[in-house]
């Protein structure tokens, strides 16, 4: 875990306990309302995760994913409350009208949570979206670093890989790409990977859910200091 993904964590934690404060205003005990704000974590995170998905891709493909995101987070919001008046609670229906009641307010939180953590760790976020400039197919092209996958040496060329799966031939050595991307990871002497995307399974890492790549041998132990 980086410095950056734990402070992450302990924004979250602390926007947990501001929210909690905000619910007293209906609900009147402080746990209460503590169990609730935690409840809604995973549709704050939801939203996160979601909208950063979601800029991987174009067009109308993004919008639908936008759409999913909204719904499924919304959705997510009622059934935390739910659960916690029904199962946990045992509050009077009364209290908690102005959250159940009004998918604003739950959006509200929502948003301003996740836009502060945006703007908190900004740069970041900038440094992620910096973009490489490559010739494929004698054409120019720019791609952004937060949609690579992982660059694939094959011989006497490399291809880049995209997360919607678009690959970019080039004469950029995986060395030359090794440099540019210094945040990336060196698994095998043909592919190096985006870490955000990455998980270490076995002797293999999983980049993104659907490549399985293979960690050789003189990689094996930085690659596994990494995630460990």
Avoid: C
């Avoid at 509200?108 to 992620?128: R, S």
């Avoid at 990336?184 to 985006?194: K, Q, W």
Wanted: glycine share 4%; hydrophobic share 50%; net charge positive.
């Amino acid at each position: 875990m980086t410095n950056i993904q734990f402070l992450k964590i302990i924004y979250w934690i602390l926007a947990s306990i501001l929210i909690a404060f905000l619910l007293l205003a209906s609900i009147h005990n402080y746990w209460n309302a503590l169990l609730i704000s935690l409840f809604l974590m995973p549709a704050a995170l939801m939203v996160k995760y979601g909208i950063e998905n979601a800029k991987l891709f174009t067009g109308f493909k993004r919008w639908l994913r936008y759409f999913f995101v909204a719904l499924v987070s919304l959705y997510w919001g009622y059934i935390a409350i739910t659960l916690a008046y029904w199962y946990f609670l045992e509050l009077k229906a009364e209290s908690l009208d102005k959250i159940l009641i009004n998918p604003i307010f739950i959006w509200i939180l929502i948003g301003f949570f996740a836009a502060v953590e945006y703007l908190i760790f900004k740069k970041t976020n900038n440094k992620k979206a910096e973009t490489i400039l490559i010739y494929s197919e004698r054409k120019k092209t720019v791609i952004s670093k937060t949609n690579l996958a992982f660059i694939e040496s094959r011989g006497d060329f490399t291809t880049a890989i995209l997360i919607d799966g678009s690959e970019y031939k080039n004469a950029i050595k995986i060395s030359k790409w090794e440099t540019r991307l210094p945040d990336f990871i060196r698994i095998h002497r043909s592919f190096l990977v985006n870490p955000d995307y990455a998980t270490l399974k076995g002797n293999e890492i999983v980049v993104h859910g659907k490549w399985n790549l293979p960690i050789s041998r003189s990689y094996k132990p930085s690659v596994h200091r990494y995630f460990n």
